[in-house]
Structures are given as C-alpha cells and as structure tokens.
C-alpha cells in the first residue's frame, strides 16, 4: 500500500479511508528497520508495557474491539479481559514485530472489505462501554485519532531506542 494523505477523490468516505490507511501505513514506517530486541524494550520506566510490539498490537485489537466487536457484533476474542485490561501489550513482546505488523496490515485490508458497501450513517450493532450507539462514521474518525495518536507514542519510544525518528 502506498503510504499518501491525498485521496483520489474527495468524498467523505474517500477522505476518511485515505486518512486510517495513511496513518496505518504511518506505524509500519516507524517500525521499519528497528532491531528485534528494541522492538520488545520498554524503554519509559513507569510504562513497562510500552513496547514497539505492544503498542503494533494495541493498534490491531482496538480494531478490531472498534470494528469487529462493538460496529459488526462479531464475538471478543481479544486478550484484553478484566482481569488482564492490558493483555495485548503484555502479550505481544511474545510475537516477532514483523508478524504483529502482518497481522495488523492483514486485519486492516479485512476491514477495509467488510466496510466499504456499508453506509457511513450505519449504526453500531453493539453499544459502548458508556452504553452510546455509534455510527460508521464515528467508528472510523475514532480509528483515525487513535492510530494518529499512537503514532506519537511509536515516535517517542523509537527515538529513545535507538534515536530514530522520521515523519
């Protein structure tokens, strides 16, 4: 995929898949070419979660929570539970980073199908933690901010690894 914030067209629906993907697209790029050790370090001494890793699989399973579980009803299958709300970070310093990075590209071009004849103004099949029925709409803007947010973090820890940083 090529990594781009201009979309082809410039409709709604364009603009907002344009921007998840570019930002998508954006955490790969950070993760490119760090060392598998780093990829695993949690490097902020009251994060110890924090990881390259943790964060690629933090990204895939709130996808996945956003998507498959509240918007389409599809069953939790996440390693987040209550006893263990941090599940996926713990988790992924188990998991090459290239595979975490695979899975989330792979989830996202499954999404992107299962998405794309439905209608922006589609509701939710599940309400949210705080019992609100979200739009499509909604779902993918909230997609957009996480990543992007996220990619900030990716940023930061990258650059206290190993000094990289970049766009």
């Not at 996945?64 to 939790?76: C, K, M, Q, R």
């Not at 004849?117 to 609100?132: E, I, Q, V, Y």
Request: with cysteine; proline share 5%.
């Amino acid at each position: 995929m090529t990594r781009t914030d201009t979309p082809e067209t410039w409709d709604e629906r364009s603009v907002l898949n344009t921007f998840l993907d570019y930002a998508r697209a954006t955490v790969r790029a950070k993760c490119e070419g760090v060392s598998a050790e780093d990829a695993r370090r949690a490097p902020l001494p009251n994060s110890p979660l924090m990881t390259l890793c943790g964060l690629v699989n933090h990204l895939r399973w709130g996808e996945n929570w956003w998507i498959g579980v509240i918007l389409l009803d599809h069953p939790d299958m996440s390693p987040i539970t209550d006893d263990d709300p941090d599940g996926e970070f713990a988790i992924a310093v188990d998991t090459p980073l290239d595979v975490l990075l695979d899975e989330y590209d792979a989830q996202a071009q499954q999404y992107r199908e299962l998405l794309a004849p439905l209608d922006l103004d589609m509701l939710a099949k599940r309400n949210t933690d705080s019992g609100k029925q979200v739009t499509l709409r909604w779902v993918l803007m909230h997609l957009i901010e996480e990543t992007a947010r996220h990619n900030g973090h990716i940023d930061i820890i990258r650059e206290i690894l190993d000094g990289v940083t970049g766009d």
